[in-house]
Structures are given as C-alpha cells and as structure tokens.
DNA sequence: AAACTTTTCCAACACCGTTCGAAATACGTG
DNA sequence: CACGTATTTCGAACGGTGTTGGAAAAGTTT
C-alpha cells in the first residue's frame, strides 16, 4: 500500500503505544508499513517533524474527547465545570499514550494546529465565564501547562519506587513534612482538586 | 584528574548547556573530562542515572536558589510573597539550563533528594500560611507541576516560529482569539500572575 | 511505446549506549 | 623496596540509531 503523510502517522502512534518514546525509531516505524526506514524521509522532514505530527495528533484527540465531555455535561453545569471536564479530557489522552507527555513537552506547541484548539476553546470557556480578555490568555495558559505539568509528575511516579525499610527511615527524618504527615490521595483526586484550585483562582478574576 | 561521580555530573551539565538534551551524549561528556566513554560506566550505571544525578543537581541549585530568595524577603511579605519567590527562583534556575525541563521531566521526581527538598520548604511554607494539612500535598504538587509545565512551554515557543503572512491570517480566521483579541504580555508577566492565580486558589483553603 | 515524475529501495556514513577483557595505575603489606 | 591485590582506565567491539544519495522501480502523461 502507498506510504502517506497520514499512514507514517499513524504506524508512529501504533509503534510508540508499543515501545514508548525511547523505543520509537524510523526504522521500526517503517517496518511496521513494510517498508524502509528511508522510504520515511521522502514524505517527512525526519524524525522531529514526525514526532510534532503525533503530538499534533494527540492535541487533536484530546479535543475531541473534550468536546464529547463538553456535550455530556448536565444543563445546570457551571464553568467550572466545563473548565475540569476539558482539562480532565486532556489528561486522559495524554495518559492512554504511555510517554504521551514527554511527546507533547519535545514539540513546540504553538502553530500545531491541534494545540490551537484546545487553546482557543479554553479561551472561549473562560470568556463566557466572565473573566475579562486581559486576563484570558493567562489563565488558559496556567491550566494547560499544568495539565501537561501534572501529567509528566504523575508518569514519573508512577513505577512505584523501591523504597528499602532503611530509606525510609532516613527519609522519614529529613523530610519529615512529605513522608509523615501529609495524606497521600489518588492522583485522580489530586489532579481534580488541582484542576478546582486553578478554577478558584480564575474566579477571583471574574467581573460581575 | 581522577574519575568521579561528582566531576562526571559536572561535566554532564557543562556539556549539557552546550548541546543541549539531544546532544548529550557519554561520549562527548567523557571527552570534556580527557577520559573515554567506556570509563563513566565504572562510576555511573548509565546514560539515566547520570540524567538522573543531573535532574537532582538542578532541584538542588532551585532549592538553594531559593533560600536566597526568601532571605531576601522584606519582614512584612506575606505567604503569597514566600511562594512567588520559591516558584520564580525554581523557573529561573531551570530556565539557565537549556532544555532543562525535559531534563527534570525525564526523570522521576520521587525520590531525588533534591526535589524532596524542594517539596519540604514549599509544603512548610503552605502549613505556615494556614493551609489545612489535608490540602497542603495537592497545593504544592500543583505548584511544582505548574513551573515545570510552564517552563516545558516557554522553553517550545522560544524559538521564534518563522510565521508567513499567509499562515497568519489562516490562523486568524481559525483561531480568532488567540489571535486577534488576545493581549500578549511578556512571559515574565505571565508566569508572575499564573503563580499568584494559584496562590488565589491557595487563599481559598486557608482556615482562620 | 517513450519520456518523465513520483516513489521506494538499499547500501553507506557517522554517531549512539553499552559491554568486556586487557592494560595500567594505586595501594597496603611483607 | 618489591610484590600481590584492588581499583580504575583503556580500547576495541556489538548492535542500534538518524540521515543521505544514487540506483531502481512504479506510476503517469504524451
């Protein structure tokens, strides 16, 4: 079958599902369309312009996902509500792509045309909210790059770390705050209250 | 000169504000110190573990960064100030590094003493102000992820992306907002009132 | 069918992280 | 000092990477 822009795409999402970002590389990404690694380089610049392309396309895929989170919302929901149902759409994208973060922090995310959108929803969002223009880019601007921020956090963590007995102990006396006292929720419950915290700070910008 | 962790983490970052991330590689650190590549591996387990030691180099530097930050506080600043100065000295610490966010976000932030240090000071700070303990971890975890993800983003944007007359009023008519009516303030200013979005937030959960 | 364009192959280049046995160096002991 | 041992460095090698460029194939137009 013909090798396309769109086919090299999609065989790096299907290969990076597979074997992750260290993993992902032009030749087993043209294996995959049964071809060669330097077939890629005739419809792609090389690997950095594909690797903005998926990341594209993951910006894309969350805004779809937002949108449909958007429609399921009840008549009475508020702003914040669509504001956690968009951010929680993107953290889901981004997680169903193991390394999906690391991805989105390598490319720039201005002029991909699927940042934009999900960019230029959120400003919408927080116009209709009430949040006076000035303010807008800033705020739409700290939710997505804490999303992405709470994203990569959470992926470092997530390997649950070997902690020995010993470490714990000296960890225990030197960061007495982090190991002992603090209740440690879900990260689902974190990010949610992270997401309602922003939202509480975006309210005070709000103009009656 | 003897081989040592200490020098070989040097000569990582030397190398590393030099070629930045895609361009480190053991080899050329292992050049910088007259030794051959081979050599590190009796020091360090490998290209991560060496990323790893750097990453806690740089919360290391944030952190004492940091400290001098509050020292300088006048007597009459308030929490909102302390944590202002804790994120600004930990953006500007890795601002210094080029392609320092990826750095941090490649490797995990448990664990990295460093980062823990970090965590500790800001999660004092939060019980000071008054922040309920059950709500100090989701705070300053959203304040880390928020630097690094802004950071992350700074760092995309920064090379001045070549725009066309052409692109610029298709994005026009796509974007709108983001385009036309939206203020750009400098990202200094940005990242300022993002932070003091959050403290906003913050102020929320403190209970008299 | 011939001329031409678009697309793919394939071999090669320079570089990468990592390994391993052999050298070399340092060091404590007789 | 000399000798044996432990620590440290070398240097070559392996398999893999991104990327290039000319030859070959496939497709299209005249």
Chains 1, 2 share one sequence.
Request: aromatic share 4%; charged share 20%.
């Amino acid at each position: 079958m013909k090798l396309t822009k769109e086919r090299i795409v999609d065989a790096g999402m299907a290969t990076f599902a597979e074997v992750g970002y260290h993993g992902l590389s032009m030749r087993r990404v043209a294996e995959r369309l049964g071809a060669h690694a330097g077939s890629l380089y005739y419809h792609v610049r090389g690997k950095d312009e594909l690797l903005a392309l998926m990341a594209d396309r993951v910006c894309r895929q969350a805004y779809d996902a937002g949108t449909a989170a958007l429609a399921g919302l009840p008549p009475e929901a508020t702003w914040h509500d669509a504001i956690e149902a968009q951010a929680e759409a993107l953290r889901r994208t981004i997680q169903q792509h193991p390394g999906g973060a690391v991805l989105l922090a390598d490319s720039p995310r201005t002029l991909s045309s699927g940042a934009l959108s999900l960019m230029e929803r959120l400003l919408q969002t927080l116009l209709d909210a009430g949040v006076p223009a000035a303010h807008c880019v800033v705020a739409a601007d700290t939710l997505l790059s804490h999303v992405t921020g709470f994203v990569l956090q959470e992926r470092g963590n997530s390997p649950a770390p070997p902690v020995t007995a010993e470490v714990h102990a000296d960890l225990r006396t030197r960061f007495p705050l982090i190991i002992e006292r603090m209740p440690r929720p879900s990260r689902d419950d974190m990010f949610q209250r992270s997401v309602r915290l922003l939202c509480a700070g975006f309210a005070t910008l709000v103009e009656e």
